[in-house]
């Protein structure tokens, strides 16, 4: 039989604010026909095993009318969701991809996805390493060592440098980034403090992760208990923000051609 079960995650309704499941999605229950597919040239078909949900689908979920600030593929309402993930390819008419290949790459939130020759994407997927496999579950390359893992490896041990002893504040603590580079930290030698969003994460900081210190940003004050670290972490936080604030402000003054800014 070669007619399969294709449920799959639509956006029903553009978010305001924090999405809601019932409000702004729907799981639609689809098949598709993968031995009758008449594949083009280049085109595959894949099998999702594992989705990475990450926070950055909800800047894709915005409505294009309104989102003037433009990054990547923006998702139409009746449209299936797109992520990152690892899947197997079923079926190919592609000459960089046979039948059973792992690859990592973007994919509906569904369970089979049609890569199409016209697909930004199309080129973008590589390949699961499966002699890793032997000694790392394949969920971990759906995430753990893809973009997250290096984004923090990266941006501690090559752009910051740490040595045995220092401090580090680490904010969104709680989150794939922030967890990894807590404990990277933590197998460095430093004391690492971290800040989440609720009571909840800081538990699960302190006692999960091992975090020398942790605290709820919502109740209380950076100052009242880091203060040594305070005016490098607000120095490097107000220069971030400073900076993309005023590119933006740029890049739209030449529309308004009046602009007040008060700081």
């Not at 390819?89 to 690859?103: A, E």
């Not at 080129?123 to 390359?141: A, G, I």
């Not at 919502?218 to 100052?223: A, F, G």
Request: charged share 20%; aromatic share 10%.
């Amino acid at each position: 039989m070669t007619v399969k079960s294709n449920k799959g995650v639509i956006l029903k309704a553009y978010p305001k604010g924090i999405p809601e499941v019932d409000e702004n999605f729907e799981l639609t229950h689809r098949t598709i026909d993968i031995e009758c597919l008449n594949l083009k040239e280049n085109e595959f078909v894949l099998r999702n095993l594992y989705l990475s949900i990450d926070p950055y689908v909800r800047v894709t979920l915005h409505d294009p009318a309104l989102n003037f600030m433009k990054h990547g593929k923006m998702i139409s309402t009746g449209q299936v969701i797109s992520g990152l993930g690892v899947s197997e390819v079923v079926k190919t008419n592609n000459p960089n991809y046979k039948v059973g290949d792992l690859v990592y790459g973007p994919i509906g939130w569904e369970e089979y996805s049609h890569i199409k020759s016209d697909d930004a994407s199309v080129f973008s997927f590589m390949f699961v390493n499966k002699e890793l496999l032997k000694d790392t579950p394949l969920s971990y390359h759906a995430s753990f060592l893809r973009f997250g893992g290096l984004t923090s490896y990266t941006s501690l041990i090559d752009i910051g440098k740490p040595k045995e002893g220092e401090t580090i504040y680490v904010s969104t603590a709680a989150g794939l980034t922030g967890q990894l580079v807590g404990q990277i930290a933590k197998i460095k030698g430093l004391r690492v403090v971290g800040s989440t969003g609720s009571d909840e994460k800081v538990d699960f900081l302190l006692n999960e992760l091992k975090f020398d210190a942790a605290f709820n940003y919502k109740k209380l004050i950076l100052t009242r208990h880091y203060p040594n670290i305070v005016q490098m972490v607000l120095i490097f936080i107000m220069i971030t923000l400073v900076e993309k604030l005023l590119k933006w402000l740029w890049n739209i003054v030449i529309d308004l051609h009046v602009l007040w800014l008060v700081v």
